[in-house]
């Protein structure tokens, strides 16, 4: 029980900091990508997929590095950020990337469309590729070995896997001292279940006594 509670309040803890810091992030991000830009003139909007990367890959690899690289940036900490303001542990890793991508793409995909009524910006949809491609990669580095580690922490090395901690919890309901044992087992070293070795063998029976005349 003691460490059950350890671990709701580490729990609130991580998801009261992931909260803050996504705030705090996205506010930069809508800074970042929503003020006005005082230009001369701008590019046609990119609505072909891949066509921009290409455009950039086209000025050297220096330049595609950085513009490519910015893209990558931009919503990368969205792949930590939003499993740390979930705060749950027992998740398995495919849904909590898919989950995890997938809220990415949409802000991305949010802010593009917002970039249409601001003076400067253009809608590119390599940069909704980009962005979502930033994010996964964020999410796969970090997530699975923090979760993993935190596991082992807070409940143990039998809780390292998702949905460890409730079957341990499970598990030790049953194995409690003075449990029921049944029929032809025995309770063996550490508590745990035995069949008993070999057939058990017919029921002893008392022969009958004759009655005196």
Known sequence: M???GSGGSAALRYRVAGLVLLFVHLVFVGWLTLRPLDVMWVTAANLEPLAGIRADLALGPVEAARRIGESLLLLAPLG???PLADARLDVAPWASLVRTVSAGALLSLGIELLQ???PGRVVDVDAVL????GVALAHLAVVPAWRARLRR???GPGGGGAG???AGIGARVGAG?????SPGRSRGPGGT?????????????????????
């Open 2 to 4: 003691q460490r059950q």
């Open 80 to 82: 930590v950020l939003l």
């Open 116 to 118: 249409t009524a601001v």
């Open 130 to 133: 980009l962005n979502a491609a």
């Open 153 to 155: 922490r807070l409940y």
């Open 164 to 166: 460890g901690p409730r």
């Open 177 to 181: 001292a003075g449990g029921w044992s």
């Open 193 to 213: 279940l035995r069949r008993e070795d070999g057939p058990q063998g017919a029921t002893p029976r008392i022969p009958r006594v004759g009655t005196a005349p």
